[in-house]
């Protein structure tokens, strides 16, 4: 496993996901990002801009076993987890499994159930196993949650809890194509009315367990100094004093701000961090862990606005 190798598998994904997905290639280099370093993502956009389409082009080039939920109002958490039920022919309970229970999870929509369905999904994402009936069960070094949500209906959402975000990696913004974007999309995909089936585009898998594994173990080894150690602390411990932000990233961010860091360089051909990487990654892996004072809401301030400002404050080393 070298530079060169990931380099393979990154430039292979690129070129599947650019079969179905116009644009988003900032979107598509974080959640390799995200998939080099084991962590979830969280895709944030209108609807209509393709964030489901994304996640399902992304995961088809991912020869990992893939599973959704599709949120809604009435879910409870036995419909994430699974649950115990009575076999009459063996006289016993057996567990009937969730759909939890996969690989990679498209968890979309996940702003539309209620608090007690999404905290099914706490204990996975941070422990990578999930109890039911006391007894507990192993999800894999694999497993990865990408969920989507909707930022602007109101009507039928539930925030999700700030220990929940605190679990996603990154939080990614899925913007409006552009004018020649749009266009070129309008061109492929504009002779139907309903979202197109990734099976008709013939995706091919790129990246086998093996791989991923050997990837990962690789980019673990990036080398990352003190000196940007002590710069990714100084960010994280700025938010927690910065005047617009009620509340700062916890120690958590740091050590994700750290490793996908160190991803994030291999992905760009680098065995090394620099700051720029550092830089780079503070708002999507920021925007989410941060609560702005009343008085920033009322202004108008973003958190992203908050975030640069910090970063813009902090030394950066030489």
């Known amino acids: 496993m070298d530079l060169q190798f990931i380099a393979d598998i990154v430039n292979a994904v690129k070129h599947e996901i650019r079969k179905v997905i116009i644009g988003q290639d900032e979107s598509i280099e974080l959640m390799l990002t995200s998939l080099l370093c084991g962590g979830h993502l969280l895709l944030e956009g209108a609807p209509g801009t393709g964030k489901t389409f994304l996640v399902q082009s992304f995961a088809a080039c991912l020869n990992l076993q893939?599973?959704?939920?599709?949120?809604?109002?009435?879910?409870?958490?036995?419909?994430?987890?699974?649950?115990?039920?009575?076999?009459?022919?063996?006289?016993?309970?057996?567990?009937?499994?969730?759909?939890?229970?996969?690989?990679?999870?498209?968890?979309?929509?996940?702003?539309?159930?209620?608090?007690?369905?999404?905290?099914?999904?706490?204990?996975?994402?941070?422990?990578?196993?999930?109890?039911?009936?006391?007894q507990t069960y192993d999800l894999g070094d694999e497993f990865m949650v990408v969920a989507t949500e909707n930022p602007i209906e109101q009507q039928g959402t539930y925030p999700l809890p700030e220990a929940q975000l605190d679990r996603?990696?990154?939080?990614?913004?899925?913007?409006?194509?552009?004018?020649?974007?749009?266009?070129?999309?309008?061109?492929?995909?504009?002779?139907?009315?309903?979202?197109?089936?990734?099976?008709?585009?013939?995706l091919k898998p790129v990246i086998e367990l093996p791989h991923l594994k050997a990837a990962r173990a690789y980019t673990a080894q990036i080398r990352l100094t003190d000196a940007l150690i002590e710069y990714i602390v100084d960010i994280i411990r700025a938010t927690r004093q910065y005047q617009t932000i009620e509340t700062g990233a916890s120690p958590r961010a740091a050590n994700m701000m750290a490793s996908a860091a160190r991803s994030y360089a291999a992905i760009n051909g680098r065995d090394f961090v620099i700051p720029d990487d550092v830089k780079r990654l503070a708002l999507p892996l920021l925007r989410?862990?941060?609560?702005m004072t009343a008085e920033a809401d009322i202004e108008g301030l973003s958190s992203d606005q908050a975030i640069r400002a910090v970063v813009d404050q902090t030394p950066v080393p030489r």
Request: proline share 6%.
């Open 288 to 291: 989410h862990r941060i609560v």
């Open 66 to 134: 893939f599973g959704r939920i599709q949120f809604t109002p009435d879910m409870m958490p036995g419909d994430v987890l699974g649950t115990n039920l009575f076999d009459f022919r063996t006289n016993s309970f057996v567990l009937t499994k969730g759909p939890i229970f996969t690989q990679i999870l498209l968890a979309d929509e996940v702003n539309r159930t209620p608090p007690k369905t999404q905290a099914a999904l706490l204990q996975g994402m941070n422990e990578r196993q999930v109890s039911i009936d006391r």
């Open 168 to 202: 996603f990696l990154f939080k990614l913004s899925i913007d409006y194509p552009s004018l020649d974007e749009e266009r070129e999309i309008v061109r492929r995909h504009g002779h139907r009315s309903a979202m197109p089936k990734i099976s008709e585009y013939d």
